[in-house]
């Protein structure tokens, strides 16, 4: 709006915008005077960042949606989508130069509006697995049976039991999701900020265009990559601090279940502790809490006799399974301890039996009964 007058502009750079991709040239010629220079580099940032900022939410939006307005069919065309690495797969929301990434291991930040940038997985046996070319579940590969059906398997044979025929061809991708693809996304976005890459389900990754120092979980299934200009690096490593700060990262506790033993009242538990099980315990049944009155419950093995309302309230209680705590994550510290009681002096009961010490040193000795854990 305010050029300088005929005579300045031979001497100052010649801003030109390619109509096509929006690309900034500057051509740089003999400056008269600081003011000068200083008025066109000005001038020159705002062209930049407005050309960064608009091509960069156009350049989201045409690898974003195309992926998912695929046709399920066409796996070429999804394969082209799943992950840019040329300037006509991005159009113009490839950085004018490369973005300072750090990988933050074990660790998912705060995120702002985050977009998904890959199609989820499909869920094993029940899904067609042909336009994603991925499986939710570990060990699980897609299989192809024909060109209307995929579905992911362990394995794959010609003739299934149902005696149907199947192609078996390995419909994965080919280059399946990963840390290194989720970085190298956000690299190359003009908008993108943080990326959260998540390697359950067959893998995730979630771009946002917002800098948070927020840890939110920790597990190390998660990698955050924080992707800006290299002259933020500065700002880039007081975020780091403010994380730091926050690990090791204490989960949140479960929510303690409290359950009722036989001959008690469930009521108000309405689930019940005690199973029956097999001598090898390889078979258990939880006891059932049933209503006998409006007064009282109770958990039982077999059905209440017919005097009982009969009324079930509940089941056993859930039995969870804690993964090792991620390498980001505060130990809680000791909450179960084994105690074995041994009479060191007794001989053994059978002259050809060992004795109680004997049996004790040798489960030291070999990390076996409660010392395995």
């Given at each position: ?5 005929r ?6 750079p010649?801003?030109s915008r390619a109509e ?6 500057q ?6 005077g ?13 062209v930049?960042a407005?050309?960064a ?5 156009v ?9 998912a307005a695929a046709?399920s069919?066409?796996?070429s065309f ?6 840019p690495t040329?300037a006509?797969?991005l ?5 004018p ?5 750090v ?12 977009v ?38 362990e ?5 299934d ?19 290194k693809?989720?970085?190298?996304a ?7 900020a ?9 893998g995730?990754?979630s ?24 002259s ?8 780091l601090?403010k ?5 090791p ?14 001959g ?9 502790n005690d ?5 090898n ?8 809490c049933y209503?006998?009155?409006?007064y009282?419950?109770?958990c ?5 006799p ?12 859930t039995?969870?399974?804690?993964a090792?705590?991620g390498s980001?994550v505060?130990?809680?510290g000791?909450?179960l ?8 002096a007794a001989?053994p009961p059978?002259?050809?039996?060992s ?15 409660i010392m395995?854990?």
């Open positions: 709006e305010h050029a300088p007058g005579a300045m502009e031979e001497e100052t010649m801003l096509s991709d929006c690309e900034v040239e051509r740089v010629v003999t400056l008269r600081a003011s000068v220079r200083k008025r066109v580099a000005k001038f020159a940032a705002a930049g407005a050309c900022i608009v091509l960069g939410a350049g989201i939006e045409r690898w974003r949606f195309p992926m046709p069919d066409d796996r999804l394969r082209a989508q799943q992950y040329s006509p797969e159009g113009a929301a490839l950085v130069r490369p973005k300072h990434c990988r933050v291991p074990g660790v998912k930040l705060a995120e702002t509006a985050p998904p940038i890959w199609s989820a997985c499909s869920a094993k046996w029940s899904e067609d697995c042909s336009a994603t070319g991925c499986c939710q579940d570990h060990g699980m590969t897609c299989y192809q049976k024909n060109d209307g059906w995929s579905a992911c398997m394995s794959c044979d010609d003739i039991s149902m005696n149907e025929s199947w192609t078996c061809k390995d419909m994965g991708l080919e280059n399946p999701h990963s840390d693809m989720c970085q190298e956000c690299s190359s976005l003009a908008t993108c943080v990326a959260i890459y998540n390697s359950d389900s067959g995730s990754c771009i946002s265009v917002q800098l948070q120092h927020e840890v939110v979980w920790a597990a190390d299934n998660f990698v955050s990559h924080i992707c800006t200009d290299p933020s690096k500065e700002e880039v490593n007081e975020l601090e994380v730091h700060q926050q690990l990262f204490t989960n949140g506790a479960l929510e303690l279940e409290n359950c009722s033993w036989a008690e009242d469930c009521s108000q538990t309405r689930c019940c199973y029956d099980c097999d001598r315990f390889m078979h258990c049944q939880p006891y059932t209503q006998k009155s409006p009282f419950s109770s039982r093995k077999d059905a209440p017919d005097s009982w309302d009969g009324a079930v309230l509940g089941g056993g209680r039995h969870r399974s804690l090792p705590a980001q505060a130990l809680q000791t909450s301890y084994c105690f074995s009681v041994v009479n060191w001989p059978q002259p050809f039996w004795s109680e010490a004997d049996l004790a040193k040798n489960i030291r000795e070999n990390g076996v009964g395995q854990c």
